[in-house]
């Protein structure tokens, strides 16, 4: 299992401006794949309990089914992320393909809720050149991650291991929106932000984590 999402200076480099970390050196959560009615709204009230602000990299497909939760997730000051529409693996489409891909969410996203997606996230973490240029080209900021907590298993020890281990005062941690990890979601919240406390690290909001 590969927590630590590090890769070779070489390639943040070549993408340096991918996210890979946060940029003021606290911590930031970020959700995947939702929303969906049986997650989203108890990691919202987690969230909102604590005070904390997180990106929702939602795919496309889910906000048209559930745009209410897309507005709870707006209501409450988090930030809307752009997942892809069918969270398809990039690096296996055409360049028109890819460009469908991320400007259907963008174009679904100002249509139903006026919102100008700023950040997106590729499916599985794959990207390469032609995604790159893309994203410069529409003006979006690539967000990847240092901490893949593996909540996706559903195994909250799992996800305390990650923590306990990987947590870092500038990580950009991934957790999900998704059935995969519902069971332990909201004590995965919960862990990460005792864990935090404990550390002195500070969970900051998408704005100032990101560039
Ligand atoms: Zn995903």
């Known amino acids: ?12 480099n070549i993408f340096k401006e991918f996210n890979w970390n946060t940029v003021n050196g606290k ?9 969906l009615p049986e997650t989203t709204q108890s990691i919202l009230k987690i969230l909102n309990k604590n005070n904390i602000r997180a990106v929702f990299f939602c795919v496309g497909g889910n906000v048209q089914k559930y745009p209410e939760l897309v507005n709870e997730i707006l209501a409450d000051g988090h930030t809307l992320g752009n997942h892809t529409f069918h969270h398809k693996i990039l690096t296996k489409l055409t360049r028109d393909g890819i460009k469908k891909e991320i400007s259907s969410f963008n174009d679904l996203v100002r249509e139903k809720f006026n919102y100008s997606a700023e950040y997106f996230r590729p499916p599985h973490g794959k990207f390469n050149f032609t995604v790159k ?16 907590t593996a909540d996706y298993k559903n195994d909250l ?16 941690v991934v957790l999900h929106d998704s059935l995969k990890s519902k069971d332990i979601i909201l004590n995965s919240i919960e862990y990460i932000i005792d864990k935090a406390g404990k550390m002195n690290f500070e969970i900051g909001e998408p704005s100032g984590c990101l560039r």
């Open 1 to 12: 299992m590969r927590y630590l999402y590090d890769p070779p200076g070489l390639l943040k």
């Open 133 to 148: 240029r893309i994203l410069k080209e529409k003006n979006m900021r690539p967000v990847m991650w240092s901490l893949l």
């Open 27 to 35: 911590i930031l959560l970020t959700f995947d794949d939702g929303p």
């Open 157 to 172: 020890n799992l996800v305390k291991f990650a923590v306990d281990n990987y947590l870092k005062h500038n990580s950009i």
